[in-house]
Nanobody, 123 residues
Framework: QVHLVESGGGVVQAGGSLRLSCAASGPTFDDSYAMGWFRQPPAKDREFVAVINWRGHIAFYADSVKGRFSLSRDTANHTVYLQMNSLKPEDTAVYFC???????????????WGQGTQVTVFS
């Protein structure tokens, strides 16, 4: 199994910034996997946010966060960061990181998930 540990969530005023971290560990972690971020707003379904490939450093973002969110990674520590700038109230959600093959992440069906971290943006 792969264990994902998240941190960085919190409460922030609209226009502010947060950085989420997700560290992967475990005997089945595979460097060929991708790391994705998803979020679930209150009373809504989970939605895709962003994904980065561990080997190729290729990132893709949902239209709703393009230009505001950015991904980076520390490959040595198997950690990915989601920098969130210009936050809006509609960004309020529980944010999850997840990992599996690239296609599984893109299709929303990765096997390994973090516990989720709450991000609340107020105006």
């Amino acid at each position: 199994q792969v264990h994902l540990v998240e941190s960085g969530g919190g409460v922030v005023q609209a226009g502010g910034s947060l950085r989420l971290s997700c560290a992967a560990s475990g005997p089945t972690f595979d460097d060929s996997y991708a790391m994705g971020w998803f979020r679930q707003p209150p009373a809504k379904d989970r939605e895709f946010v962003a994904v980065i490939n561990w080997r190729g450093h290729i990132a893709f973002y949902a239209d709703s966060v393009k230009g505001r969110f950015s991904l980076s990674r520390d490959t040595a520590n198997h950690t990915v960061y989601l920098q969130m700038n210009s936050l809006k109230p509609e960004d309020t959600a529980v944010y999850f990181c997840a990992t599996d093959t690239g296609p599984d992440v893109v299709h929303g069906t990765p096997r390994f998930w973090g516990q989720g971290t709450q991000v609340t943006v107020f105006s």
